[in-house]
């Protein structure tokens, strides 16, 4: 009795310990586990040539990423400014389209309080006017041909080094985000037998067996459901690139860019990207908008009903209402990362309690 109390009381204090370093090393532990999803990305497109080609593991990986490099760089040439003039477009239309929206609610006496974006830079010619001349300081009396004074002129000098210091800092960690990924998921598609049975060894041996299965069944997953979510955002983007582009609404690249990506997301990515491409056509006219939306309904239906059953059966099955929930409480707790993340890390717990539930039932009807 003491014995099970025993190890009872270490498991709580271990689990408990789990949970708060997870809790607080949360975005450290999804941006390793985002590095281990490009990893099994790129060992899944190694392996589907490795099955037309005959060529080792390192020289196949290493055409792929060519290759993948190769088409980023591709689309950077040739559509680098495209992207960047679209970008900015796109952002000034979606804010003025946002103070559009607030000030037809305010006219019909709806509170607007949370429009926060947009409000400061999209106002009209005369409330920008009115601002300004509201807030301008007025001239004092040794306004004129006084130089400001020292601490007046350290303040702004503070000011203007403390948000250069911020930007760059944020531009660091935002690159260096990115190349840990890339360095994670080279590393793991690189050996990912010395991964696995390095992890392996870390079970004990009477429970080696069925830990081999749980991660051989959790790998085959992710790479099904990468690959085919890689040919969902292809399709997605590149319909909503052209359906926008015949109906005449600007900056129809980014716009299907970025519908592409946010494919991403199950459910709220589409939303996200279904609101921009609305707002960004409303400066179009009522017939475009209503055009565009029409489109987005038409590709978020193939997305949902045609191409993701279809290439996702095999890899997927998770309710629609389980899902949206998981990603609210993931979005919630760990922010865009969990948002982000929470299908294959759905996939990864739904993996682990099917094998349980298979292997442990028939070991309870036998006892």
């Known amino acids: 009795m003491a014995w099970a109390i025993g190890v009872g009381g270490m498991g709580v204090v271990l689990f408990t310990a789990a949970l708060v370093f997870t809790w607080y090393f949360a975005a450290t532990l999804l941006l390793i586990f985002t590095g281990m999803l490009l990893g099994v990305g790129l060992n899944a ?119 250069t210091f911020k930007l760059l800092f944020g531009a660091i ?9 890339l360095f994670l998921g080279l590393a793991f598609a690189a050996q990912p037998s010395v ?44 319909v909503t690139w052209i359906g926008l582009a015949v109906i005449g609404i600007p900056g129809s690249f980014i716009l299907g860019i970025q519908a592409g990506l946010l494919a991403f997301i199950p ?33 978020h239906t193939m997305e949902s009903y045609v191409l993701t059953p279809l290439l996702q059966r095999q890899a997927l099955d998770i309710p629609p209402a389980t899902l949206f929930a998981f990603q609210i409480l993931l979005g919630v707790v760990f922010g865009i990362w969990g948002l982000a993340l929470a299908l294959p890390l759905v996939a990864i717990a739904k993996v682990m309690i099917d094998h349980f539930k298979t292997y442990e039932a028939p070991r309870a009807e036998a006892a």
């Open 195 to 238: 991964y696995h049975d390095g992890l392996l060894f870390l079970v004990p041996a009477k429970h080696r067996l069925r830990a081999t299965l749980i991660i051989d069944r959790i790998g085959e997953t992710l790479e099904r459901w990468l690959i085919a979510q890689i040919i969902v955002m292809l399709a997605v983007g590149v």
């Open 45 to 163: 497109l190694t392996n589907a040539l490795g099955r037309r080609v005959h060529l080792p593991h390192a020289v196949r990986l290493a055409i792929v990423c060519s290759v993948l490099a190769a088409l980023l760089a591709g689309v950077a040439y040739l559509g680098g400014a495209t992207i960047a003039e679209q970008a900015s477009v796109l952002s000034n239309t979606i804010k003025s389209q946002i103070s559009h929206v607030r000030s037809f609610l305010e006219t019909h006496g709806i509170d607007t309080s949370f429009f926060d974006i947009g409000s400061a830079g999209s106002a009209g010619p005369s409330s920008s006017t009115d601002t300004a001349s509201a807030s301008a300081p007025a001239p004092s009396p040794n306004a004129h041909g006084q130089l400001p004074g020292a601490g007046a002129l350290a303040s702004s000098g503070g000011a203007i080094v403390s948000q």
């Open 173 to 181: 960690s935002a690159v260096g985000n990115i190349f840990i990924v």
């Open 267 to 299: 459910t709220v990515g589409a939303i996200i990207a279904g609101v921009v491409v609305v707002l960004a056509s409303l400066a179009s006219g009522w017939i475009p908008a209503l055009s565009a939306l029409i489109l987005f309904l038409g590709v």
